[in-house]
Nanobody
Framework: QLQASGGGLVQAGGSLRLSCAAS????????MGWYRQAPGKQRELVAL???????NYADSGQGRFTISRDSAKNTLYLQMNSLKPEDTAVYYC???????????WGQGTLVTVSS
């Protein structure tokens, strides 16, 4: 199971850190990522990290967002800086377990950026 948290209301230019706590070891996943879905839009990739690879970021968050993992806490993070109103969305974390093609999703956390 994945439990996302950390969303909230922030002014443009502000920062938030999202967390995604896994019920088990994050070493059991080959990849973990963050997606978002704005009202009326499709879910889109925000950032992805695969074991042994550098993180990948969507152009929208490049230079502003940082994805990271804490194996001791079994938690995935998304540090978001210089937030813009267009970053407003429900943010979801996901993870791909080793040896599986079934992606697990967290429940989503709402980020609202006011102008």
């Amino acid at each position: 199971q994945l439990q996302a948290s950390g969303g909230g209301l922030v002014q443009a230019g502000g920062s938030l850190r999202l967390s995604c706590a896994a019920s088990g070891s994050i070493f059991s996943f080959t990849a973990m990522g963050w997606y978002r879905q704005a009202p009326g839009k499709q879910r889109e990739l925000v950032a992805l990290v695969r074991n042994g690879d550098r993180p990948n970021y969507a152009d929208s968050g490049q230079g502003r967002f940082t994805i990271s993992r804490d194996s001791a806490k079994n938690t995935l993070y998304l540090q978001m800086n210089s937030l813009k109103p267009e970053d407003t969305a429900v943010y979801y974390c996901n993870a791909l377990p080793r040896g599986s093609n079934q992606v697990h999703w967290g429940q989503g956390t709402l980020v609202t950026v006011s102008s």
